[in-house]
């Protein structure tokens, strides 16, 4: 299973849901923000024409096409949130109100911004790469399904990428509509593999190995969520969708 998740991160695949607008020279059009499913597909078709632009452009410019790939990323990835949910009890609101000075919970605050920008930082620069290794696999989003309840804001997108051999990874986005009215993806699974779980354990082993010391673990902290699923040892709660 640790197999699949090393070919997904070494893939493209995360990149379907991470456009919603590509600022080059061509006008794209934003995804309906109102229906999570169209924001899904939409940004899929839109990020199978961003790919073939990047192979072109990329030598030429490969800071710019790095910029351009956070924006991108920030367009439809609820980091902030994300990032806090990898934290586990080092980010929760829970923690923080049992902080009994102001300088522990300016520490706090300090530490959940500082993981928020390494955590996003290490998103772009792993799965930009990725982008370069797609081969034009069919991709299929799946409408709404019975019992998904947009009402409630939040709803879980389903997504079947085809390799060569005609058989479907499933794909499982997590969508949350925002304050702001827009849907914004705070988790992926891939194959029954939770990433958000797996960041989450990732960063308790580390909170361990470094004896609570936050400020090493954001220091040494990699996106390799395949190495931690090895190296967790005990179930961790779930982030929250």
């Given amino acids: 299973m640790n197999n699949i998740i090393t070919r997904f991160l070494s893939a493209p695949i ?4 991470a456009s919603s607008v590509f600022e080059s020279s061509v006008a794209v059009a934003a995804p309906v923000q109102d229906d999570p499913y169209q924001v899904v597909q939409q940004t899929t078709e839109q990020v199978l024409d961003i790919i073939k632009g990047a192979k072109a452009d990329y030598k030429k410019d490969p800071q710019k096409y790095n910029k351009q790939v956070t924006t991108l990323l920030e367009k439809v990835i609820d980091f902030d949130k994300f990032a806090r949910s990898v934290m ?9 109100k049992s902080l009994t000075t102001e300088t ?3 520490t706090f605050n300090q530490q959940r911004n500082d ?3 390494t955590f996003k930082r ?9 982008l370069f290794d797609f081969n034009g696999q069919n991709i299929k989003t799946l409408p709404a399904r019975k019992g998904d309840d947009l009402a409630s804001g939040a709803v879980t997108v389903m997504q079947y990428i085809y390799n060569a051999s005609g058989k479907p990874y499933v794909i499982q ?4 509509r925002n304050k702001s009215d827009e849907w914004k993806l705070n988790n992926l699974i891939i194959e029954g593999i939770n990433l958000g779980l797996t960041y989450r354990n990732q960063f308790a082993v580390s909170a361990d190995r470094y004896k609570g010391d936050i400020d090493k673990v954001i220091a040494n902290w990699q996106v390799a969520p395949e ?10 709660k779930a982030p929250a969708n």
């Fill in 88 to 96: 586990g009890r080092y980010g929760s609101d829970q923690h923080y």
């Fill in 227 to 236: 190495i931690a699923a090895l190296k967790s040892s005990a179930p961790a």
């Fill in 115 to 117: 993981f928020s920008t």
């Fill in 122 to 130: 290490g998103i772009v620069d792993t799965y930009a790469k990725g």
């Fill in 104 to 106: 522990e919970k300016a």
């Fill in 14 to 17: 995360f990149w379907v849901i």
């Fill in 173 to 176: 986005y997590s969508m949350r």
